[in-house]
């Protein structure tokens, strides 16, 4: 495993106590910014049963579940479950687990929806098919995916790669301690040629004003993965 892997999997611990606060997620303005992504993530998942790696205190799992049949929000952290078990969500839809993203076999059950918010940019290069196709394993012929990650801002972009061509952000945690991350930023290209292969089908929505994409598409398992 990458040793930044576990780095980013240390740091989100360490951060869950303050992940809402610092990502705005508690600001009633914040929430009405990103109100057509969550409206787009409720239309795209309306009806399924859901699995959603990369959960964290679940901001986005509790929108999703307004409109899904079922959510297993899964997250590598107990530290950032325990941040979401103290929130009013929909616990009848709602359920947590603890999983590995690059791991899921220990994950019961089939599903024919799937998403991940601010995930799949930390993904690094190398191990982005593997981490698709145990992710794809447990889903259903046609189940709808839906990628969401932040776009750049002015700020965002280091000049930092490592050796893989990974993009690399050193953020601070509340305790002054400085970590490497990776964050990636793709273009329609590059995401285009990184999905193909699951599906034909895919559909890119940028929201610039808040500095959102959205990645969608219909996993079709008989066409791929052979």
């Known amino acids: 495993m990458h040793k930044?892997?576990?780095?980013?999997?240390?740091?989100?611990?360490?951060?869950?106590?303050?992940?809402?606060?610092?990502?705005?997620?508690?600001?009633i303005q914040m929430v009405e910014q990103l109100a057509p992504v969550i409206k787009l993530l409720k239309t795209k998942l309306e009806h399924k049963r859901v699995l959603e790696v990369g959960c964290g205190p679940c901001f986005w799992t509790s929108f999703v579940s307004e409109t899904a049949r079922t959510i297993l929000a899964t997250d590598f952290n107990e530290s950032t479950l325990e941040q979401a078990r103290q929130k009013n969500l929909n616990w009848e839809k709602i359920r947590l687990e603890v999983a590995d993203a690059y791991d899921l076999s220990s994950v019961p059950g089939k599903f024919d929806g799937a998403f991940a918010v601010d995930w799949f940019a930390h993904v690094p290069q190398s191990r982005v098919h593997d981490f698709l196709v145990g992710f794809h394993k447990k889903l259903e012929h046609n189940s709808r995916v839906v990628f969401c990650d932040q776009l750049p801002a002015a700020h965002s972009l280091t000049g930092m790669f490592d050796k893989d061509g990974n993009h690399i952000q050193e953020r601070t945690l509340p305790d002054g301690s400085?970590?490497?991350?990776?964050?990636?930023?793709?273009?329609?290209?590059?995401?285009?040629?990184?999905?193909?292969?699951?599906?034909?089908?895919?559909?890119?929505?940028?929201?610039?004003?808040?500095?959102?994409?959205?990645?969608?598409?219909?996993?079709?398992?008989?066409?791929?993965?052979?």
């Open 4 to 27: 930044i892997i576990g780095e980013m999997q240390a740091y989100y611990d360490r951060r869950a106590p303050v992940f809402d606060a610092s990502m705005g997620y508690d600001s």
């Open 178 to 226: 400085r970590v490497r991350i990776i964050k990636n930023y793709f273009t329609d290209q590059e995401i285009t040629t990184i999905f193909s292969r699951y599906s034909n089908e895919i559909e890119i929505r940028r929201f610039p004003e808040i500095y959102r994409i959205v990645v969608s598409y219909d996993y079709d398992s008989i066409s791929t993965e052979t």
